[in-house]
């Protein structure tokens, strides 16, 4: 049960452009542009700020990694 609150927990939980780009080690700009061209999830905007889901993000890694 224990795994499926942590799995609930992770689908919501909001990560910042900064996270991102630490944990993949590209630029800021690159990720933009990854945007643009649709190969990147788009931010989910809150106020004037770009958040992501982490579980977008970790879809989005585990998809880079089998290409």
């Known amino acids: 049960m224990k795994d499926k609150e942590q799995t609930d927990e992770h689908q919501f939980k909001l990560i910042d452009l900064k996270f991102i ?9 690159y990720i933009y542009k ?14 004037r ?3 992501w889901y ?3 993000f970790k879809d989005w890694l585990e998809s880079r990694s089998r290409k």
């Open 54 to 56: 982490l579980r977008e």
């Open 49 to 51: 700020a770009s958040r």
């Open 34 to 47: 990854l945007m643009s061209n649709d190969l990147f999830p788009k931010p989910l905007k809150i106020g």
């Open 21 to 29: 780009c630490e944990s993949t080690g590209l630029s800021q700009a």
